[in-house]
């Protein structure tokens, strides 16, 4: 392919994106909001298992962004949707640099369970204390003023789609480009021998630690996109199943990419929509199903099938 | 031959009241649709499914057959959707969204746990969907917000908690020490706040003795039983359900908690055979535990005989008390549809029905409903408690001294919020 045509496929794929809330139906838009919002989320997941770290914690920051916006709602009557986004990106960032401080030590399932537990230990807190987190029954999220920008309320779902599309493209890129930087390719040394990498007068630990903030931060806005998507939050979104489900959709898609949680993550909001519909009984079980037929004919995730129309196609 | 006179009857018989619903059945009114498609949103699976969602959607499921057989709504058949309320709040947006959006349903019928309430409620105004909440219980959706398309056709908790505390002083007024062990999530510190609330207002010199709150679905409470046996309060009061009541229950039986103090549940959140005698009991609203007007309404005998027919019954006739509340839901869409049709001589719009179902009165197997306060969206029923005892009769566990309180005694009037009626000491109550 020619290099001045190469951008052409993104163009169209972008112009598509940005005119779906005039196509549409707003059942579908909504689902793309949330798919798109969790997939950052699922980006974090994807960050840490380059560098062969499994999390089963990372929802820990997903509802540390949530409640940290929800909790500006009820408490400093915050009703600007930027500045509601700053608060969980602020606390994403400020709760995983300072637990970081003491998980970045660890490797393998001992980092995983930290980091399980720490979540669990936010799920506790959410929960007991009732008069100002609302314990299982949640916290509201009014709907959101962008007043920057002065849309009209009516066009809430369509600006919240939106938002979530440059947003999330922006912090996309950015950790597109951290991917393809140096620092971003220590994480794939430390996948491979984090001894070597410390022979190479490379600090290990600011490298994981960098990558365990960002992952922080990124999970953070997810959760406060979800939040203001959804109208609603509860406790549920600190509980480890939400945690196993970042990596049941980091999997799904593949960590091949940027790209792969973005589709990962439609797939997964697509097929358990659908499972319900189908079978409102089983739904857990197809959902199961598809996981394990991804495992055993896709262990790439789904995204390798992009890798392998390429090399079929052939350079 | 028996069998040929036995399809004969049947036959017979169907052709009967096939006659006879083509007799019932009016022309519909202008502009109606073919089918008039209605959601039904229940725990399908996980923990809530067993005392309240299964119950709950076969209720549905029996009482939509039931109107269907008499001629639908307004003429117009109904179609059931029926979906699962299991998974965090976002995916039970999503679906919710769906059932709106892609499904186009007339009306959303269910959901059982308060925080799915609450995330539902505004999403229903935003796409103008006719909800009918079924069974959730949390004061807080009309009292922290206005929701023109969303309604709740059963009472909320606060029945639950301070129908307990009168009934209580009913049976044992020298009462003089409480506790309380309740599950550690909204539901039970919302019951645990009504109760020794309405306590202070009703008995002032009570004293409590201690609160326990162990996580839902613990499975163990000894270290609780012990602590219950050593501080021996008069009452110990608890929320409990499913099978965290069913174990506790055991638990406190084998331990002697339940001769040392009285058992309190305000709430029958599962099959009382396995809840032992001499606990005292509620129903959030007439049901399960039928005052005797409720009793003697027609549509509360045909309801049994219709869940009895198709799923089958204990033989106390024990159904939980989700599923009464869905019934209710699907009488109130019913009635003000068709209230709505007779106002409008046409099909009404999502509006037109609305107007129609608040404020309104109607009849259901749990007896008369009234929607009554929170704008006229929101359900006051009478509080009944009872004792349960074995019958050796039919050797099953049974309601007795069964007391209701009425409607008035027990919720709020409209417009004033629950806990600030209760420490105002339940001005306007009549009793």
Known sequence: ?315 | MNRYRKVLAGLLAAAGLSLFVATAKADPPAGAPASLKIAVVAFLSGPASGPFGIPARNAADVWIEKINREGGIGGIKVIPVFTDEAGPADKVVTEFRRLALEEKVAAVVGYISSANCLAVAPVADELKELTVFGDCGTARVFEEGKHAYVFRTNAHTVIDSLGAARYLLAMKPDVKTIAGINQDYAWGRDSWEIFQRSMRQLKPGVQVVDVLWPKIFAGDYSTEISKLLVEKPDVVFTSFWGSDLVTFSRQAKARGLVEQSIVLVNNTGSDIKDIPATVLIGSRGPGPIAPPDVEKDPLHQEFIQLYKAKYGLAPNNYIAHGAYHFTQALQGLKVAYESAIKKAGRWPTTEEVAAALAYSTFDSPAGIIQMAIGNGHQAIEPAPFAVIKQDPAIGAHVFTEIRSFPAACVNPPDGMKSLDWIDRGFPGAKC
Not at chain 1, 43 to 55: C, H, N, Q, S, W
Not at chain 1, 77 to 105: D, E, K, P
Not at chain 1, 275 to 294: C, H, K, N, R, V
């Open chain 1, 1 to 315: 392919m020619g290099g001045s045509l190469r951008f052409i496929p993104f163009l169209l794929l972008g112009l598509a994106l940005i005119t779906a809330p005039f196509v549409l139906s707003g059942w579908v838009l909504f689902l793309l909001t949330v798919a798109g919002a969790k997939a950052l989320a699922v980006l974090g997941v994807v960050l840490l298992l380059r560098a062969k770290l499994l999390t089963f914690g990372h929802a820990l920051y997903y509802a540390a962004g949530a409640y940290a916006a929800g909790l500006g709602v009820k408490y400093l009557g915050l009703h600007n949707g930027f500045a509601l986004i700053g608060l969980a990106f602020v606390a994403g960032l400020g709760v995983s640099a300072l637990l970081g401080l003491l998980v970045i030590r660890y490797r393998g399932v001992y980092f995983a369970l930290l980091n399980l537990a720490f979540s669990m230990v936010l799920y506790g807190i959410l929960l007991k204390f009732y008069s100002v987190t609302g314990g299982t029954d949640g916290l509201a999220f009014p709907a959101p003023t962008f007043g920057l920008i002065g849309l009209s309320e009516a066009s809430l779902r369509a600006q919240l789609y939106e938002l979530t599309l440059f947003l999330g493209s922006l912090l996309f890129y950015l950790t597109y480009r951290f991917f393809a930087s140096p620092a971003g390719y220590v994480l794939f040394a430390i996948r491979d021998n984090e001894v070597r990498v410390a022979y190479m007068g490379i600090s290990v630990n600011a490298a994981v630690y960098l990558g365990y903030i960002i992952a922080g931060g990124l999970a953070g806005v997810a959760g406060v996109l979800v939040g203001l998507s959804v109208g609603h939050i509860t406790p549920d979104l600190a509980f480890w199943s939400q945690s196993g489900e970042f990596v049941f959709v980091a999997i799904l898609g593949g960590v091949g990419s940027v790209f792969a949680p973005v589709v990962g993550s439609i797939l997964f909001e697509f097929v358990r929509n659908y499972a319900f519909e189908l079978s409102p009984y089983t739904w857990q079980m197809t959902l199961g199903a598809a996981l394990l037929l991804i495992i055993f004919f896709l262990p790439g995730g789904v995204w390798s099938l992009v890798g392998l129309a390429r090399t079929r196609s052939g350079p």
